[in-house]
């Protein structure tokens, strides 16, 4: 892999200040790229490969040479990640613009590579999944960041709804799209010109109705079913769900035991779960109510180690594996709350979402504000309740829980 470093050209000096550039080494060939700064000779922190506080614009220039070296570091991570040949000179002439940059299918590779070496791989699936919809709609396995313009993205849009597919699904493609065009800017590898979103606005539909009354959750409750069955688990997922506020089922399936507090010698007193959200990685704390105490209590939650499942959905410790475990269940997951529905009478499909919407429906009509509400369901934006997200403090919203379980 190509070495980068930053250094002061002492061959040449200008005013006696010597030009500050960049040395990029692959194979043990070197070449140079210049910037458009100098400095005195004083000035130049050897170790750090940047400015002392003691040149007057130290702080403008060392920001500039740190994206410097972020986006050659960016390159190169695309080359020997897609197994392309490259020389020290092919990095130089992208920078001085000579050669195109890497492809926007490699560039998603990158993201995709990020995401697994920081073990989220949902993230990675939904950019793996936004390569294989490119491809697809595209016709193409070589796509570069300037044919996504305005006229390409209507032209995907014109085929998606040609092959019987409706606007939310399209929506998920190009929402993910625009996220990596708003990283590549980010990264310098385009300029936000190049950015077809400015022009381009993406639709979205009104979603299906997915929350169901109060009367049907409490069928789902007090249905008869075969203890440790696969639909008698996945009740039990479901009604804890909608005790905790909606939590998601993925983020279920992580709780550890770890993840609970106010439990000691077989006795439980005020107990919280704290857990870090997996879809935002915000870290959440919530009471947990006595409904979901003793679905816990049927999982022998005295008894579990500190690092054990909660729940015997997992049972891998390694991300990867863990991943590809939670993938299988949540395909089970699925299947059997179909079936608890149909043994229910219940008319509204029953989906993992279900839960979550039914908690913020029922709390909407027996009066809970709104923010407390989007609080609970952990939305990161305003645009998710269609209201200012106020804070509130954990009694309030431990209290709303009651209200709305009890």
Request: glycine share 4%.
């Amino acid at each position: 892999m190509a070495n980068v470093k930053i250094l002061i050209w002492k061959h040449k000096k200008i005013n006696e200040k010597y030009p500050i550039c960049l040395r990029i080494t692959h194979n043990r060939k070197p070449v140079y790229y210049f910037t458009k700064y100098f400095c005195f000779e004083k000035d130049w922190n050897i170790e750090k490969e940047r400015l002392y506080k003691s040149y007057r614009d130290f702080h403008e220039i060392n920001i500039y040479l740190d994206n410097l070296v972020s986006k050659v570091n960016r390159i190169i991570l695309d080359y020997e990640i897609s197994n392309k040949p490259y020389t020290s000179s092919t990095i130089k002439n992208i920078l001085i613009g000579k050669i195109s940059k890497i492809d926007l299918l490699q560039f998603i590779d990158n993201i995709v590579f990020d995401c697994k070496k920081l073990n989220k791989f949902g993230n990675a699936r939904v950019y793996n999944n936004l390569k294989s919809f490119l491809q697809k709609y595209t016709g193409e396995n070589t796509i570069s960041f300037k044919d996504i313009d305005y006229n390409q993205l209507k032209k995907i849009e014109l085929l998606y709804y040609a092959s019987g597919y409706k606007t939310n699904g399209l929506s998920h493609f190009l929402r993910t799209l625009k996220a990596v065009f708003n990283k590549a800017i980010l990264a310098g590898c385009i300029n936000e010109d190049s950015n077809p979103f400015i022009k381009y606005k993406i639709k979205s539909d009104r979603t299906d109705k997915r929350a169901i009354s109060k009367h049907d959750i409490e069928k789902i409750r007090d249905i008869e079913l075969c203890e440790n069955s696969g639909a008698w688990h996945t009740r039990n997922y479901f009604m804890f769900s909608f005790y905790l506020m909606g939590l998601n089922f993925v983020d279920i399936a992580y709780l550890k035991k770890s993840n609970i507090s106010g439990i000691s010698n077989n006795k439980a007193e005020r107990v919280t779960i704290t857990y870090i959200r997996k879809k935002t990685s915000k870290v959440y704390k919530m009471d947990v109510p006595l409904p979901a105490m003793s679905i816990l209590e049927q999982y022998n939650i005295y008894e579990k180690a500190t690092e054990d499942y909660i729940f015997p959905i997992l049972t891998k410790q390694n991300a990867a594996a863990a991943d590809q475990e939670f993938l299988n269940k949540y395909c089970s997951y699925k299947y059997n709350l179909k079936k608890i529905g149909s043994l229910c009478k219940i008319e509204q499909k029953l989906t993992g979402y279900v839960a979550r919407h039914s908690w913020a429906s029922i709390a909407l009509k027996i009066g809970i504000p709104i923010g407390i509400i989007s609080q609970g369901l952990g939305h990161e934006d305003i645009k998710t309740t269609q209201i200012y997200l106020e804070s509130f403090d954990d009694d309030a919203m431990n209290k709303a829980n009651l209200l709305i379980i009890g």
